[in-house]
């Protein structure tokens, strides 16, 4: 059985869907906390997070206070998902704070170098924002790329930002990189 609950952060309410002691989905901000709890509440009842999952929370709500926080160590449950995704998935954990990655660049470390847009896809579909980092994964000409978050792109800079990558949106360009 899956549960879930929301949490309050420094972006607005979260929301956070587990099974066990391993994450199955989080949910960023949307519009209010209603339409955040629908998000999130898809075949999951409402819990009280057990002790690996509360600090999972604490461990969020530091990050989106902007605390440098490893979370490749969180467990995550992703039965279902495509293997091609979890290949990416997996890939994307490993780029550190403050560190980017294009999507071309992160189809080349999977070895298929022709499959950038089939990493855009996978990213687009990551149920567990955040914890797989895909705002750290840009577009090629290191422009900011989409982010399928409520907000897009403008939310993939503000999560930039908040690690201490300079972005100014309107430029062509991601200083820095």
Same mark, same amino acid.
Request: proline share 7%; charged share 20%; glycine share 12%.
């Given at each position: 059985?899956?549960?879930? %609950?929301?949490?309050? #952060?420094?972006?607005?309410? %979260?929301?956070?869907?587990?099974?066990?002691?391993?994450? #199955?989905?989080?949910?960023?901000? +949307?519009?209010?906390?209603?339409?955040?709890?629908?998000? &999130?509440?898809?075949?999951? +009842?409402?819990? +009280?997070?057990?002790?690996?999952?509360?600090?999972? $929370?604490?461990?969020?709500? /530091?990050?989106?206070?902007?605390?440098? &926080?490893?979370?490749?160590?969180? =467990?995550?449950?992703?039965?279902?998902?495509?293997?091609?995704?979890?290949?990416?998935?997996?890939?994307? /954990?490993? $780029?550190?704070?403050?560190?980017? +990655?294009?999507?071309?660049?992160?189809?080349?470390?999977?070895?298929?170098?022709?499959?950038?847009?089939?990493?855009?896809?996978?990213?687009? /579909?990551?149920?567990?924002?955040?914890?797989?980092?895909?705002?750290?994964? &840009?577009?090629?000409?290191?422009?900011?790329?989409?982010?399928?978050?409520?907000?897009?792109?403008?939310?993939?800079? /503000?999560?930039?930002?908040?690690?201490? $990558?300079? #972005?100014?949106?309107? =430029?062509?360009?991601?200083?820095?990189?």
């Amino acid at each position: 059985m899956m549960h879930y %609950c929301l949490f309050e #952060t420094a972006i607005g309410t %979260c929301g956070l869907a587990w099974k066990g002691a391993a994450v #199955t989905r989080l949910q960023l901000p +949307e519009t209010d906390p209603d339409a955040t709890a629908r998000r &999130v509440a898809r075949s999951a +009842e409402p819990g +009280e997070p057990p002790p690996a999952i509360a600090v999972v $929370i604490s461990d969020l709500q /530091r990050y989106f206070s902007g605390d440098r &926080v490893d979370l490749t160590d969180i =467990a995550l449950d992703l039965s279902g998902v495509a293997a091609f995704h979890l290949q990416v998935y997996q890939a994307a /954990r490993t $780029i550190g704070w403050g560190r980017t +990655e294009t999507y071309g660049g992160l189809a080349r470390r999977l070895g298929a170098p022709d499959a950038a847009r089939a990493v855009g896809q996978a990213l687009g /579909r990551n149920p567990v924002p955040i914890i797989v980092p895909c705002h750290r994964v &840009v577009a090629a000409g290191r422009t900011i790329g989409g982010f399928s978050a409520a907000g897009g792109a403008v939310t993939k800079a /503000r999560l930039l930002a908040l690690e201490g $990558i300079p #972005t100014d949106f309107g =430029a062509p360009r991601l200083p820095g990189l």
